[in-house]
């Protein structure tokens, strides 16, 4: 195997930089339901991936696989920013394989392969890890939701928990029924 070359290196570098700023960037949705200071799409990718990961070991899938597609479902939005539901009916933009595609195209090309293949595999939803990270992504809304709600209605004036999600693995039917009914520890 070759070394990688410093043109490879230093675009792996700027890829790491890129996926920084989603620590910058709100989840939009939240201030369109009244929520004041909404979550960074990276602070949702990351309870996103521990529950992925919680999911899959519940479900007997494999929990590395799982957290390692939640980590990478929003990462085109460094690019596109976060589009909330309400908007999506309106506005079109490339799927996020071509979005990281275009992120990754001059990363060494093992690099490059493994985060295809994550984003492609969460794309596809064509394994029971990708419907768990799915899963844990939809959950994770719903965990948001319970805590604008319990922040009091001037944090979340319009914001409300959905009913249970029907999903093909069984987990995630159950468990969004527990996110109304809990509460802090």
């Known amino acids: 195997m070759n070394p990688p070359s410093h043109s490879s290196i230093d675009a792996s570098v700027r890829y790491l930089y890129e996926v920084g700023q989603l620590k910058l960037s709100k989840r939009t949705g939240w201030w369109h339901a009244g ?31 799982t957290a390692a597609l939640c980590l990478f479902h929003d990462v085109a939005e460094a690019r596109t920013g976060d589009v909330p539901n309400v908007a999506k009916a309106y506005v079109t933009r490339e799927p996020g394989v071509r979005i990281a595609a275009d992120q990754v195209h001059e990363v060494p090309p093992a690099l490059r392969d493994a985060i295809m293949g994550a984003v492609g595999r969460f794309a596809d939803q064509d394994s029971p890890e990708a419907l ?3 899963d844990a992504d939809r959950l994770e ?8 709600l319990d922040a009091g209605p ?6 409300a928990i959905p009913g249970p ?12 029924g527990s996110v109304n009914a809990s509460g802090p520890w």
Request: proline share 7%.
């Open 35 to 65: 929520v004041p200071e909404p979550e960074s799409i990276a602070e949702h990718t990351f309870r996103t991936a521990i529950i992925g990961y919680v999911l899959a070991v519940l479900e007997d899938a494999d929990p590395n696989l």
């Open 132 to 134: 768990l990270a799915k």
């Open 141 to 148: 809304c719903l965990l948001q939701a319970r805590i604008a």
């Open 154 to 159: 001037h944090a979340a004036q319009n914001c």
């Open 165 to 176: 999600s029907v999903t093909i693995l069984g987990s995630s039917v159950t468990l969004p």
